[in-house]
């Protein structure tokens, strides 16, 4: 009975959901690869514009907080494609841009009675 319609279907639904599999996955490859690239390119940026001192400091901020480095990041970048950057940043101006970046606090004041 392997020659029977039903295994042929079988088989050849087997066969599309393989090939939906592998282009699936090829795109997949090109987004990260693309993703890799486009992040390369960021750190690129980020080394003309930045000093040692002003990397470090990023990316210590980065080991605490990720999300507020990735917009300081951002930030960086678009002052620089505008062409307000004159020079390369320092550790004094990114501590600047980071304290004019950083998110207002929110203090709770618990009051027992």
């Not at 486009?38 to 999300?67: C, E, H, I």
């Amino acid at each position: 009975m392997s020659g029977s319609p039903d295994d042929d279907r079988l088989e050849e639904l087997r066969q599309k959901k393989m090939e939906e599999l592998q282009d699936q996955k090829q795109q997949e490859e090109a987004q990260q690869q693309a993703q890799q690239q486009a992040d390369a390119q960021k750190q690129a940026l980020l080394r003309q514009y930045l000093t040692d001192g002003a990397r470090k400091r990023l990316n210590s901020v980065r080991m605490s907080k990720p999300q507020f480095a990735e917009q300081v990041e951002q930030q960086i970048l678009a002052i620089a494609q505008s062409g307000r950057i004159n020079g390369k940043i320092d550790d004094q101006k990114m501590k600047e841009l980071l304290r004019e970046l950083k998110p207002d606090k929110k203090s709770f004041n618990i009051k027992r009675r």
